[in-house]
């Protein structure tokens, strides 16, 4: 059956930390992955991962793919309160386009 | 670039009645669209895929008699919760593909049935 799943579930750290998220999954037919940053409402779209050891950047936020070991991680360094959310992984399926979400991780950023 | 306008953004109704929730690319034509559900705490669940001018293709366990799917063009999904009861409340979210965006999502419509 196919999955995607995150760790860790939660995380609590204080400003200015790095974090790593971790992103596994097991996906028939694999397409690329996807990392969201979900707070109150909708989702909001981080990276779209399609190639293996491509890093992704956008400020403080980078991540990569690994196709081999099928996983990724999403890196958010110097860490805001505003980073405060949960952090969704999803991997979409060749052909259908069809999403399946991670657990998500839900990280707290403290003053 | 590509916005996917979705309502309401919040509804309470009462048990037994039917919701209407409406997704419209407003700059794109999104040939699939894609509904979730998902509870507090919890990821977003897949249940259907809306195919422009075809039948819906459900998830294994959700029921299509109770979640309609509507996609009568190729710029408006409507997902109808019929007769709905509290177990039915939660958020419901609406994504599409979009080129060269990637993918987007509505922003999502909480319901609540009393």
């Known amino acids: 059956e196919d999955k995607v799943v995150q760790s860790p579930l939660s995380l609590v750290v204080h400003e200015g930390d790095t974090v790593t998220l971790n992103c596994s999954y097991e996906?028939?037919?694999?397409?690329?992955l996807l990392w969201y940053k979900q707070e109150k409402k909708a989702p909001t779209f981080l990276f779209m991962l399609?190639?293996?050891?491509i890093e992704k950047k956008s400020g403080r936020l980078s991540s990569i793919l690994d196709k081999k070991e099928l996983f990724s991680i999403l890196n958010i360094t110097a860490t805001q309160t505003g980073d405060s959310a949960i952090y969704l992984c999803?991997?979409?399926?060749?052909?259908?386009?069809?999403?399946?979400f991670g657990t998500g991780t839900r990280l707290k950023v403290l003053a | 670039g590509a916005v996917v306008s979705q309502h309401p953004s919040r509804v309470i109704c009462k048990s037994g009645t039917s919701v209407k929730i409406e997704c419209r690319s407003l700059?794109?034509?999104?040939?699939?669209m894609f509904w979730y559900r998902q509870f507090p705490k919890q990821s977003l669940m897949l249940m259907a895929t809306?195919?422009?001018?075809?039948?819906?293709?459900?998830e294994q366990g959700v029921e299509k008699d109770k979640f309609l799917i509507n996609h009568a063009s190729l710029t408006l999904s409507t997902l109808t919760v019929t007769s709905a009861h509290p177990e039915d409340s939660s958020f419901y979210i609406c994504?599409?593909?979009?080129?060269?965006?990637?993918?987007?999502f509505g922003s999502g419509t909480r319901l609540t049935v009393v």
């Open positions: 994504s599409a593909r979009a080129r060269p965006a990637g993918y987007t």
């Open positions: 996906v028939t037919n694999f397409r690329s």
């Open positions: 399609t190639s293996s050891g």
């Open positions: 999803a991997g979409i399926y060749s052909g259908t386009y069809k999403y399946i």
């Open positions: 700059d794109f034509q999104a040939t699939t």
């Open positions: 809306s195919n422009e001018g075809s039948k819906a293709t459900y």
